[in-house]
């Protein structure tokens, strides 16, 4: 028999597992969201569909899996009303979506252990979905929790023909701090170059534009070659001028960027020693450079504290 399900927060998540899980012959019967127009939304878009702007025992009461798919701040709420029903919460099964937060969300006297689940979509959502757009498709999951409901996770996980990874409960702010560095600070990478092209008269708004390409290539390169193996520029074959003269430029035009250039410059002194275009004399040649723009940048600040 197939699971009903009942998903808790229909926002830029929830709305997409809303409709893919739809869309890949699961029984969405129940949706709850506190926006009303939101919520009309996408019930007319998977109608017939029980919704209310609140968590209901009844909806809780005739589903089998329950998915929480909330801002994480918003995540112990839900839990905490869900045990306020007076009903049997150990044969259903209860998921979150989030990336940063664990199963010890969930009490473990009132939620049987083995169907409690964490499963994060390892992907970006800048919207609510009114429309299948698949973006939980050919992604992977980063999971953890308990056996049976691992073992549901990994069936829904299948039937939307993506992958998983098995997340050590106690390292899971640590997994996600991978996922805002590959994600969110790409944002802020590009809003560095943009405000660097802006203070040599380029058009900001042309940023992503002018290095669309490169970025592309790039990424293709890092696909077929691997991470390693596609770093190029001035750190991959010891340019220590061309470095010397980023650093001057940017302390004079841009020196609050300073401890930016410095700290990527440094992990990119990594990957180029891994590489093999570096040997130790010149890591520590580079290293050297770099501090002394970061002994004159504390010493700045200090005085401005001062």
């Keep these: ?106 009490p473990r006297s009132v939620f049987n252990e083995d169907n409690i689940v964490s499963m994060h979509p390892i992907q970006t959502f800048n919207k609510v979905s009114f429309v299948n757009e698949h973006l939980l498709e050919n992604i992977y999951f980063g999971i953890e929790g308990g056996r049976e409901a691992l073992k549901l996770c990994i069936e829904i996980i299948s039937k939307l023909n993506s992958k998983f990874i098995e997340i050590p409960k106690d390292k899971k702010y640590l997994y996600h701090s991978a996922c805002v560095i590959s994600s969110n600070f790409l944002i802020s990478l590009l809003n560095v170059s943009a405000e660097v092209m802006g203070s040599i008269g380029i058009d900001k708004k042309m940023t992503f534009e002018i290095f669309k390409p490169i970025i592309e290539n790039t990424l293709k390169n890092i696909s077929t070659e691997g991470l390693v193996n596609s770093l190029t520029g001035p750190f991959e074959r010891n340019d220590v001028k061309t470095i010397s003269n980023h650093l001057n430029s940017i302390n004079k035009e841009l020196p609050s960027l300073i401890p930016f250039y410095t700290l990527l410059g440094m992990e990119t002194v990594k990957v180029a020693f891994r590489k093999e275009s570096l040997n130790m004399k010149n890591v520590i040649a580079i290293l050297d450079l770099m501090d002394e723009y970061i002994v004159n940048e504390y010493n700045i600040t200090n005085k401005i504290k001062s």
């Design 1 to 106: 028999m197939s699971k009903r399900i009942y998903i808790i927060g229909a926002g830029k998540v929830g709305s997409a597992f809303s409709l893919e899980l739809k869309e890949k012959g699961y029984e969405v019967d129940f949706l709850t969201d506190r926006n009303t127009e939101r919520l009309k939304s996408i019930s007319d878009i998977i109608h017939p569909i029980s919704c209310s702007e609140k968590i209901e025992e009844d909806f809780v009461a005739g589903s089998d899996v329950i998915i929480i798919c909330v801002q994480d701040r918003y995540i112990g709420e839900a839990v905490s009303k869900l045990t306020e029903f007076k009903i049997n919460l150990n044969n259903k099964y209860f998921i979150i979506t989030s990336g940063a937060e664990s199963t010890d969300m969930f």
